[in-house]
């Protein structure tokens, strides 16, 4: 038996939170008001990726950047490493689980999602992906199959009432993140 010392990461004070769900389900909106009612600091993972050049170009055919994960993480690692952040992104499998204290998954009704993906313009074959994406659960299951099931919160975002409610919900969880940590 070894006696070697494994370093770990301080404790946090403030949790982290992934606010993910397929496009079109209301994530950066959420993560905006969650972040306003907990003090959290925004991350918009999308918006880091086009910002800061974290991708391997563009895939013209679904109108979107090609991700390059390890240069995502290796950007947000720092960020993350003291907690107090709101991270936004369509998927959650790639992040260490060290990284989030919860994981909101966001679900919308079909007949909505194709509603916000017209409005933004979105390519009927982009917006057919996304519409099986979020019939066949993928986000859901990622989120179950890479982290633990007791942090992962399924909600619904279908009308705005529902997004205050989550808001609520989540602002409940950061109040007792911080009474006990």
């Known amino acids: 038996m070894s006696n ?3 370093p770990t990461s301080p404790p946090r004070s403030n949790p982290n939170i992934l606010v993910t769900g397929t496009p079109g ?10 972040a306003l009612a907990t003090g959290l600091k925004k991350l918009t993972v999308g918006d880091l990726i ?25 950007e947000m690692e720092d960020m993350m490493s003291d907690g107090g952040m709101c991270v936004d992104f369509h998927t959650c499998e790639m992040f260490p689980e060290r990284w989030f204290d919860l994981v909101v998954v966001l679900r919308t009704t079909t007949d909505k999602i ?3 993906l017209e409005k ?25 199959e890479s982290y633990k099931p007791e942090i992962v919160m399924e909600l619904s975002s279908n009308t705005v009432e529902e997004m205050e409610a989550n808001v609520e919900k989540v602002l409940e969880f950061v109040q007792q993140f911080r009474q006990t940590h």
């Open 25 to 34: 389900t209301g994530k950066t909106t959420t993560a905006e008001l969650i």
């Open 120 to 144: 933004r313009g979105y390519k009927q074959n982009k917006i057919e992906e996304n519409l099986e994406c979020e019939i066949m659960q993928v986000v859901l299951e990622d989120a179950l």
């Open 50 to 74: 086009k910002e800061r050049s974290l991708h391997d170009g563009y895939d013209a055919e679904f109108d979107t950047y090609i991700l390059n994960e390890d240069k995502v993480l290796d």
């Open 114 to 116: 194709y509603d916000r």
């Open 4 to 6: 070697e010392i494994i």
